[in-house]
């Protein structure tokens, strides 16, 4: 169960939290989606917008597992909790103690489960569309896609509060891996292994996609 440390008491120390393969995800995941994004409207850069939405998706099939094997900040069963869960942290973001969460808080954590499904579901439907089966897939495509956007500006949105309420630069955490904690809340490997093996398999999935490899996903 994650453990919570209010605004008013002093952190022992910065714990890492963040492990190799989750800060690897993240930040890739966003490169992708920045490029399915923006090479979209083009059919000069169609390749690039195909390649980064696979990529995209392969990522996301690793978060998934890596939510259930991963370690305890990662893993789903650690920070996935019911709407109540939300409501009261949310209401204690408008206290003077606000609730502070040693990994992702439970408005955080809807974040990312709806990022990871609308995700998945934007990948599919980009597939069919690309396979033609039908103008509505596309279109449906690109509904999901404005969803999804939707979703990570308020998940944006929610880490520049939480930043400023609990003082602590989130972005940052996500690049190095600490927030402040106690030292028992620390995780105790930052798991490189598996962070090189994530970036080699991406490296061979887009050898693989781009080499014709893979038929049926490329157009």
């Known amino acids: 169960m994650t453990q919570t440390i209010s605004s008013g008491r002093e952190a022992p120390s910065r714990i890492l939290v963040w492990d190799i393969p989750t800060r690897i995800f993240h930040w890739l ?95 599919l439907t980009g597939w069919a569309s690309f ?34 309420l609990h003082r602590e630069n989130l972005v940052r955490a996500m690049v190095n891996g600490c927030k402040r904690g106690a030292l028992v809340e620390a995780i105790r490997y930052p798991h490189w292994i598996v962070g090189m093996l994530l970036v080699a398999g991406l490296i061979g999935f887009l050898w693989a996609l781009l080499s014709g490899r893979l038929p049926g996903l490329m157009p």
């Open 29 to 123: 995941l966003v490169l992708c989606f920045a490029v399915a994004y923006l090479t979209s409207e083009s059919e000069r850069w169609q390749l690039w917008h195909v390649t980064a939405g696979y990529t995209f998706g392969a990522l996301l099939l690793f978060r998934l597992v890596w939510g259930v094997v991963g370690s305890r900040y990662a893993r789903f069963s650690q920070f996935v909790r019911g709407p109540k869960s939300v409501l009261i942290y949310m209401g204690s973001l408008l206290s003077s103690k606000p609730d502070h969460y040693t990994g992702h808080n439970p408005a955080g954590a809807w974040a990312i489960l709806g990022i990871l499904g609308l995700g998945l579901l934007t990948v």
């Open 131 to 164: 396979n033609d089966y039908g103008d509505w897939i596309g279109e449906l495509h690109e509904g999901i896609v404005n969803v999804l956007l939707f979703i990570i500006v308020i998940h944006i949105a929610g880490v520049l509060v939480s930043s400023l």
